[in-house]
């Protein structure tokens, strides 16, 4: 076979390469492992509350109901707060900070029916609170109570 400039080697090469590469011989004295499985992550239903918390104030003349809810979104470490009160609404994005700590979000009530503490539960089990919401007269109010972040070794 003459080589002419080496095309026929640059067209054979590659097709050695591959041939060479391929695992489809046997292999003997070597036992192959299964691969890993990768978890697969089931769908999360965005639409559905997590958790939810609600008072409704019986008033002959006005509609001050007070609603928070948290649902989830494609991250699992973002959840999105959808809070009422009355004819006002009101929404934001609330990130933990890790997945070590976090077990569930949580909503444990305020000083009085208008108020609502927004936090976690850790594994652990304890509420850790992260944000207070409000509702008066005509606005929805948020305060923040604390922030959590990781401490990353060095």
Request: contains cysteine; aromatic residues 8%.
């Amino acid at each position: 076979m003459k080589v002419k400039n080496g095309k026929v080697l640059a067209v054979l090469l590659p097709v050695l390469l591959l041939a060479a590469c391929q695992p489809g011989g046997k292999q003997e004295g070597k036992t192959q492992e299964p691969e890993e499985s990768t978890a697969v992550r089931q769908p999360v239903d965005t639409t559905k509350a997590v958790a939810v918390f609600s008072r409704n104030k019986e008033d002959q003349f006005e509609d001050n109901d007070f609603t928070v809810q948290i649902f989830p979104t494609g991250n699992e470490l973002v959840f999105r707060l959808d809070m009422r009160y009355g004819m006002n609404h009101a929404a934001d994005k609330l990130t933990i900070p890790s997945d070590d700590i976090f077990k569930e979000m949580a909503i444990q009530p305020g000083e009085d029916n208008d108020h609502c503490i927004v936090g976690f539960n850790d594994k652990t089990g304890r509420f850790r609170e992260m944000i207070e919401i409000s509702g008066s007269r005509t606005r929805i109010s948020m305060r923040t109570l604390r922030k959590y972040y990781i401490e990353t070794g060095q």
